[in-house]
């Protein structure tokens, strides 16, 4: 079992996977919105809920902003995970 050193940071770690779709940052925005708007709709479907709840997952369709602001907050956590534990970079 695993026992975290008193001398970590308490993280809410979760476990996730997710599948997200990234765009070169020179696309038209009506790319963009497009795209979002019929992945969301896709992923708000009956049939789509079903299939991932039988797999133990959740549908979620975030907007292009809230994506980011996730991406940021997990980018800070663990990055105060790698300097509490002292890992480096690797080239």
């Known amino acids: 079992m695993f026992r975290p050193s008193p ?3 308490s993280l809410d770690i979760r476990p996730c996977s ?3 779709f990234w765009l070169p940052p020179a696309r038209p925005r009506l790319w963009s919105k497009l795209l ?3 992945i969301a709709e896709g ?3 009956a049939e789509t809920k079903a299939r991932l709840a039988a797999d133990g997952a959740e549908a979620v369709a975030s907007t292009p902003a ?3 602001a996730l991406i ?3 980018i800070e956590k663990w990055t105060v995970l790698a300097k ?3 890992i ?3 080239e």
């Open 88 to 90: 480096q970079p690797q």
């Open 66 to 68: 809230e994506f980011a």
């Open 84 to 86: 509490a534990a002292n």
């Open 18 to 20: 997710g599948l997200a």
């Open 36 to 38: 979002q708007t019929r």
């Open 72 to 74: 940021n907050e997990e």
């Open 43 to 45: 992923m708000r479907s």
């Open 7 to 9: 001398k970590a940071p």
